[in-house]
């Protein structure tokens, strides 16, 4: 017994003496300090919050229908009402589901691409886009640890996130003119141009979020002529396709030009927007190699990246998307719902800016109908959107970015008086 109790003496003195568990789990930590809020989720947060019977979120990056409600697609209940008892619940391989993938590369890279006859594509089903670029950001920061990456300014706040936790060197090209609320398009060309020749070039395919400003097809070739000059790597985030203009190969065009010239690509592809798969995270990534064999190569190292992040993607999510795009009849009707949908903003873009021609604002609007896709970046300054939330209950984020998904025939309005109040001259 003595001896026992001098052992655990010894112990003691060894180790120190014992801390009560809370007092330890405080000590490791007991530093960690609250993140900072999300831009885009503390608006929604203030919206809900918010008990005005007049409140309105144009905040949000979802797409409602007019009367401001969640959408579910038919083709997406008719694709679940087939899968519904017919599939089992195994794994998916590391890379994903081959169909979905197959899908996929058709919708980016065309029906008869002859880069996917040729096997020339790596591709792995990814967790939506943010995962598809992810896994690229990761993958560039193994195997070309000294390049870096050249992003738009503005651009979707979580790019910058993305690419700084990948711990790739991040640098900025200009993108946006805010006098003319367009593409600073000499701007953007003498970036590239002074860009260290080989460098990473982040390119939104269509309806750049948040300005939805876009270049011209003609503007396409120039950017694509100039990266070949310089042999720039383009990785295009397709966040948007079918969902900007409502025609899935026009949205696509920015990345067929740069196929037709004869550009090794990355693309991240998403079907939140376009299919309103927002919860189930369906996307890809794909990278154009050389040949077959690099392909293969390649898209065996993206597995070992996804396998220490998730192991394997999720598979609901994939068997709608397959199902959909490999059904001739449900990507009829996906197609024209689709359609639907793009067609809606586009009304509501019109619709807008019709409203504040009729109140009298000596402000040019025409931006608003000049931009494409789910955002329109307002031009309206902080403050001025301050005023919006505090005199009109209307939620949107402080760099003026206005979710058109969120404007409806019976609040539009409302919105037009409200913004005209805040922009029109003192």
């Given at each position: ?137 990761d993958f560039q920061k193994r ?207 019109k619709s807008l800016k019709e ?72």
């Amino acid at each position: 017994m003595a001896m026992s109790r001098a052992a655990a003496a010894i112990r003691q003195r060894r180790s120190g003496p014992l801390l009560p568990a809370s007092r330890s789990m405080a000590s490791l930590f007991g530093h960690v300090e609250p993140a900072a809020k999300d831009p885009i989720l503390g608006v929604t947060e203030a919206f809900l919050a918010d008990p005005s019977p007049d409140k309105v979120n144009v905040g949000v990056g979802a797409y409602r229908d007019d009367s401001g409600k969640p959408v579910v697609l038919e083709c997406v209940r008719e694709a679940e009402r087939r899968i519904a008892g017919s599939t089992n619940m195994e794994y998916l391989p590391m890379g994903g589901s081959v169909k979905m993938i197959d899908e996929s590369l058709k919708l980016a890279y065309g029906e008869d691409s002859e880069f996917i006859k040729d096997k020339r594509i790596a591709a792995v089903q990814t967790l939506s886009g943010t995962g598809a670029c992810r896994l690229f950001a990761d993958f560039q920061k193994r195997f070309l640890p000294d390049s870096q990456i050249y992003i738009p300014t503005p651009t979707w706040a979580n790019h910058h996130n993305i690419w700084r936790d990948a711990q790739v060197p991040q640098r900025t090209f200009g993108y946006y003119h805010p006098d003319t609320k367009g593409l600073d398009f000499a701007g953007l060309m003498n970036d590239i141009k002074n860009a260290p020749d080989g460098s990473f070039f982040l390119l939104h395919a269509c309806a750049h979020n948040p300005t939805g400003v876009d270049p011209s097809e003609e503007q396409w070739r120039e950017i694509s002529h100039q990266f070949k000059l310089k042999n720039h790597f383009p990785f295009f985030d397709m966040a948007y396709q079918g969902f900007a203009s409502g025609d899935p190969e026009r949205d696509a065009k920015a990345i067929r030009i740069f196929l037709e010239d004869g550009h090794q690509i990355g693309c991240a592809q998403s079907y939140a927007k376009n299919m309103g798969l927002y919860g189930q995270r369906a996307g890809c990534l794909s990278i154009l190699c050389d040949d077959e064999m690099q392909a293969v190569a390649v898209k065996s190292q993206l597995q070992q990246i996804a396998r220490p992040m998730y192991s394997n993607p999720p598979l609901h999510g994939a068997l709608i998307v397959s199902t959909i795009l490999g059904d001739p009849a449900l990507k009829t009707l996906w197609l024209k719902e689709v359609k639907g949908m793009a067609d809606r903003i586009i009304g509501m873009r019109k619709s807008l800016k019709e409203n504040l021609e009729k109140l009298g604002s000596p402000l040019s609007w025409e931006h608003i109908t000049n931009q494409i896709g789910m955002f329109c970046y307002s031009g309206m300054t902080p403050e001025q959107v301050d005023r919006l939330t505090k005199e009109f209950h209307i939620y949107m984020t402080r760099n003026g970015r206005i979710s058109m998904a969120g404007v409806t025939t019976g609040n539009v309005a409302y919105l037009a008086n409200a913004i005209h109040e805040v922009t029109k001259p003192n």
